[in-house]
C-alpha cells in the first residue's frame, strides 16, 4: 500500500486556498453574513471544499497505508487522525465537520447560516490538521 505525496500536495494546496478566502469572510458579523447571500454561498462553497480535502487527504491515507477500513468520513477523520497523533478531545470536535459537509452537499436546503459562521471560528482546526499530515508526510508539504 502506498501514499501519494502529490495527492496529499494538491488537496492540501487546495485547503490552503480554501482557508485564506474563509478566513476573509470569517470577521462578518453573523447579521451581515445572514443578510449577504453572495457571502454565504462564497462560505459554504469554500468551507465544503475545504471539508472535502481533508475527508480525502484522510481516506487516501487510512486506505493506503491500511490503517482500517472506516464505514464513513466521519471514521476515516477518526482514524487518519489517531495515526498521525492528534488527540481524541480535538478528533471529537474535528470529526463533525464530515456531518457538515453532508449538509453542505445533500441537504442543501436546510443549510443553518449560524452554523456555517460558527464553523468560519474554527479554521485553526483545518490548519492543526494539516499541520499533523505534513509532520508525518513532508514530502506532502505545500
Known amino acids: 500500500m502506498v501514499v501519494d505525496p502529490e495527492a496529499l500536495r494538491s488537496r492540501l494546496r487546495r485547503l490552503d486556498r480554501c482557508l485564506q478566502v474563509l478566513r476573509s469572510i470569517a470577521t462578518t458579523p453573523l447579521p451581515r453574513f445572514v443578510a449577504d447571500e ?3 454561498d462564497r462560505a459554504e462553497r469554500n468551507l465544503q471544499v ?11 491515507l ?19 487522525g489517531r495515526k498521525l497523533g492528534l488527540d481524541e478531545e480535538f478528533l471529537a470536535e474535528f470529526r463533525k465537520i464530515a456531518g457538515l459537509r453532508n449538509v453542505l452537499v445533500h441537504d442543501y436546503l436546510l443549510v443553518d447560516p449560524a452554523r456555517v459562521h460558527a464553523a468560519l471560528g474554527r479554521l485553526e482546526d483545518f490548519r492543526t490538521f494539516a499541520k499533523a499530515v505534513v509532520s508525518r508526510f513532508p514530502e506532502a508539504r505545500v
Do not use: K, M, N
Open 38 to 40: 453572495a457571502l454565504r
Open 62 to 80: 487510512v486506505s493506503g497505508l491500511g490503517w482500517g477500513d472506516p464505514g464513513s468520513y466521519e471514521e476515516a477523520i477518526a482514524l487518519a
Open 50 to 60: 475545504a471539508i472535502q480535502s481533508c475527508l480525502d487527504v484522510s481516506s487516501h
